[in-house]
């Protein structure tokens, strides 16, 4: 069992920027892909950005050139900077593991992005 905790989540005004941190309770974190997905109201789970234990990241389009993944892997953290947020932008994030055929989630953080 691994288990993820997010932080970082809150309200902020478009255009403005978010860090989120997810930190991972196991060692296995240092060979494990890491990646952020969102869940807007009525809508499905999608995927945000994620980065492979040697450092390779992919970007939704939509967030593209906006957010930047990146990880830790002394702190066994993965976190997300987003910059120029949009309304579209609200979500609840998840922070997920994936080794092979084990996944694990986090408990998700709301991020509003309103005037």
């Known amino acids: 069992q691994v288990q993820l905790v997010e932080s970082g989540g809150g309200l902020v005004q478009p255009g403005g920027s978010l860090r989120l941190t997810c930190a991972a309770s196991?060692?296995?974190?240092?060979?494990?892909?890491m990646g952020w997905y969102r869940q807007a109201p009525g809508k499905q789970r999608e995927l945000v950005a994620t980065?492979?234990?040697?450092?390779?990241?992919l970007y939704a389009d939509s967030v593209k050139g906006r957010f930047t993944i990146s990880r830790d892997n002394l702190k066994k953290t993965v976190y997300l900077q987003m910059n120029s947020l949009e309304p579209e932008d609200t979500a609840v994030y998840y922070c997920?593991?994936?080794?092979?055929?084990?996944?694990?989630w986090g408990q998700g953080t709301q991020v509003t992005v309103s005037s």
């Open positions: 997920n593991l994936h080794l092979r055929d084990f996944d694990s």
């Open positions: 196991r060692s296995i974190f240092s060979i494990a892909a």
């Open positions: 980065i492979t234990s040697g450092g390779n990241t």
